[in-house]
């Protein structure tokens, strides 16, 4: 009854506060409703995209990961930090000048419309068949495993994490259709300072009662009883190579932080460019610290069960949970984890809603549609969505190296194609729409082949995300000699934000890449 009321009066507190803070909020423009108004500040932004980030596949899968193959897999959230730099440098301020409400209309300026749609599309896709099933299943696990939903309800595991999917897809589908990005990011605020709460909570109290009260003494001994698990540079046949930092995993990350529509919204209903600056900024000084959320914990449930959740290992996480907090905070965390859930969902359905409505709706199907029509249609397209990942959610089961890795995994069938097509607009002026169009769909057909079909080359699938870049820029430069662009593309200035930057930005850029680089030196020369 303790852990119900705690887990009710924290999730229901969130929701008050997002409700009072929408009161006067137009939901009914576009703007208003796709981008908050372009009014959020740089707290705002911050919170959201570490929430929107960070949902359950961290919490249960990273440390899942963390558990079977320790530190290493810290490379995927602390180089974060450089790609959050050079989206706040370089990408930001650009999308801002444009006055852009979706990255694919870019693609309309630099390429042509047909791209545009060819990615929304993609895009669309694949947020529905690989992001959404993911978070909802990784999270009904979580919360199965806190609340034991199918002893509650006396019915089977397996029917207890669908109505746990069920429940959390409908709640978040109402975030979403009803209160649109400002909605999700102010619930996302409050979910934030949550996670970093709660998250952090488990490891001090697993250290604390490891170590005597001594959270650091707890340490020693962890560190102690597997020092391996502290390894940061991963051996070449690891599940993470130290080598993947300098091939595909900077091409994932720079695509993830500065050209994904999901997290980079945020960035894009900013009031100015220095409180989209100063949100992203944030986000990389939190992605330092979010190993001892996400990656710790799942090293000390080494310490705590040994090797006996290998094979099951996105279940260790909540064995932790319910070792270390007092009975009255398990409800609390659960509402935690419910939180990193919903914020992810329903952030990925407001950014499909907008894809779909601006890319496609408005763009091909009625373009004289009124901001009032749109919004019904995001609203709709949101719903629609909602359940079709509520279906696909289960398929997630049994995923052979855990969740966070099959989420990886999939996401580079379509984050390196198009990160490829984006950084070229960018950076290399002559290639033309035929070469862009010829890139992406080659690097989408090379990554399935690879990964799939092709299977005893023994390449790490992010190794393979560096050749893909390569092979991808080399065919956008071949194509565009035979099929040039007729002159130069220029960004224009349409006046929708104010441009000045944020006065910390270099100090706090140059900061995050040394604290990166930092890290691997401490720690790589402990391993």
């Known amino acids: 009854m303790i852990i119900l009321a705690s887990f009710i009066l924290f999730t229901g507190g969130v929701a008050l506060f997002t409700w009072l803070s929408l009161r006067k909020t137009n939901l009914t423009s ?28 961290h919490l249960i899968g990273m440390n899942g990961n963390s558990y079977v193959n320790g530190f290493i897999v810290i490379a ?49 896709f694949s947020f529905v068949v690989t992001l959404l099933p993911i978070v909802l299943y990784s999270g ?26 069920v429940i959390i897809g409908a709640i978040g589908s109402i975030y979403a259709i009803f209160g649109g990005l400002k909605a999700v990011a102010f619930s996302d605020t409050i979910n934030g300072f949550g996670l970093l709460i709660g998250g952090l909570l488990i490891p001090i109290l697993a250290l604390m009662a490891i170590g005597g009260g001594n959270v650091l003494d707890g340490l020693a001994e ?12 991963g051996a070449p046949d690891s599940v993470l190579p130290f080598e993947v930092l300098f091939t595909g995993l900077i091409i994932n990350q720079l695509y993830f932080w500065g050209m994904n529509q999901t997290i980079i919204q945020r960035a894009l209903g900013a009031k100015n460019l220095k409180e989209a600056q100063k949100g992203l900024l944030l986000t990389g000084l939190f992605k330092i610290l979010i190993p001892l959320i996400i990656i710790l914990p799942g090293v000390i449930c080494f310490y705590y069960f040994q090797d006996s959740f290998y094979g099951n290992q996105d279940s260790v996480y909540p064995q932790l949970v319910k070792k270390v907090l007092p009975t009255w ?24 809603a907008t894809l779909f409505s601006i890319d496609i709706v408005k763009k091909h199907i009625k373009k004289d549609i009124s901001d009032g029509k749109l919004v019904v249609v995001g609203k709709a397209t949101s ?37 490829s097509i984006l950084l070229a607009g960018f950076f290399m002026k002559r290639v033309s729409a035929t070469g862009a169009k010829v890139a992406l769909v080659f690097g989408l057909l090379f990554y399935i082949f690879m990964s799939w079909i092709y299977t005893g080359h023994g390449i790490h699938f992010v190794h393979l995300w560096g050749i893909e870049f390569v092979l991808n820029v080399a065919l956008m430069f071949m194509v565009s000699h035979f099929y040039p662009r007729k002159d ?29 680089v930092l890290i691997y030196v401490l720690l790589g020369s402990n391993s």
């Not at 962890?222 to 540079?233: T, W």
């Not at 905070?329 to 499909?352: D, E, K």
Request: contains cysteine.
């Open 383 to 419: 719903a629609i969505l909602a359940v079709v990942a509520i279906f696909a959610a289960p398929l997630m089961a049994n995923a052979p190296d855990g969740l966070y890795q099959l989420l990886q995994e999939l996401n580079g069938i379509y984050f390196i194609p198009i990160a």
């Open 30 to 57: 576009s703007d208003g409703y796709f981008l908050g108004g372009r009014s959020l500040t740089g707290t705002v932004i911050a919170g959201s995209m570490l929430l929107t980030n960070i949902s359950s596949e």
């Open 140 to 165: 009904a696990i979580g919360i199965e495993s806190l609340f034991g939903v199918s002893e509650i309800l006396d019915i089977s595991k397996t029917e207890g994490l669908w109505v746990t999917v």
């Open 76 to 124: 995927w959230e602390v180089t974060s930090s450089i790609a959050l730099v050079v989206a706040a440098v370089f990408f930001v301020p650009k999308y801002l000048k444009m006055g852009l409400t979706t990255i694919p209309q870019f693609l309309e300026n630099r390429f042509d419309s047909f791209t545009r749609s060819l990615v929304a599309i993609i895009l669309i």
């Open 222 to 233: 962890v560190y102690e009883f597997a020092p391996q698990k502290f390894n940061v540079i």
């Open 329 to 352: 905070l398990i409800g609390f965390f659960a509402a935690v984890i419910m939180g990193a859930v919903l914020s992810t969902f329903n952030s990925v359905l407001n950014s499909v």
């Open 488 to 516: 130069d593309y220029e960004i224009t200035d349409v006046g929708a934000v104010n441009l000045t930057s944020w006065k910390y930005t270099k100090a706090m850029s140059i900061g995050l890449c040394l604290v990166t």
